[in-house]
């Protein structure tokens, strides 16, 4: 089953309001990779996250990967019409070398 | 341009008529990957290659067939496809393994009566 959890799996905000979804894993994972998908598209890799307690920023964007390298989150600072879409967390397990998708979280703009 | 490109995009069978999906990559991509996209459920493992000759079982194998003659080309294969197959399906290569991202295809939207 899933072992990566991801919360909430749907945000609704107001356009210039933050959002932040966040991962958490039962086991150690030696990264974590985020990926965004638009509606009706396929999944588009954002970053990678590799070392305990990282930290990194793309624009409005911040990833946080935790110090026990089982959690992590992505942090959207004043969202945008063009950040709507489901953005998915990929942890690679530390003891098998797999790959574990979140369920993803949705991320939609209220009118 | 660099692409993974997926044949067909829409596909409409019935059950029990076997059918492949195409999948290929130009960036000489060593590692790639099959995964079929259900609601709620996101994205699932259903097999994948190290390699050229090299595939492994991912979370979800049963029903699906693959191989890998060839280092661009990675199809999937339903010998007897039912209607629990009914998905979104994605193919996905990287570079050099699961550690480097992945660069999806369009998707596959299958439907079996």
């Known amino acids: 089953g899933q072992q990566v959890m991801q919360i909430p799996q749907y945000q609704h905000v107001q356009e210039g309001e933050d959002f932040t979804t966040y991962c958490n894993s039962s086991t150690t994972l030696s990264n974590i990779q985020w990926y965004k998908q638009r509606p009706g598209g396929h999944p588009v890799f954002l970053i990678q996250l590799v070392k305990s307690g990282e930290v990194k920023k793309q624009k409005r964007l911040t990833f946080q990967f935790g110090e026990a390298k089982k959690n992590s989150s992505l942090h959207i600072t004043a969202t945008q019409t063009t950040d709507v879409g489901t953005y998915f967390c990929v942890g690679l397990r530390d003891s098998n070398y797999q790959l574990i998708w979140g369920a993803g979280t949705k991320l939609i703009i209220k009118p | 341009e660099a692409q993974v490109t997926q044949n067909p995009r829409y596909l409409i069978t019935v059950t029990g008529k076997k059918l492949t999906v195409t999948c290929s990559q130009n960036?000489?991509?060593?590692?790639m990957s099959w995964y079929r996209q259900d609601p709620g459920l996101g994205l699932r493992q259903i097999y994948y290659s190290m390699n050229v000759e090299v595939t492994d079982k991912g979370d979800v194998p049963e029903g699906y067939k693959v191989s890998r003659k060839e280092k661009r080309n990675f199809p999937l294969i339903l010998e007897s496809p039912s209607p629990n197959q009914t998905s979104l399906y994605f193919c996905a290569s990287s570079a050099r393994g699961v550690s480097y991202e992945q660069y999806f295809g369009p998707g596959t939207r299958l439907t079996v009566t």
């Open positions: 960036m000489n991509h060593e590692y």
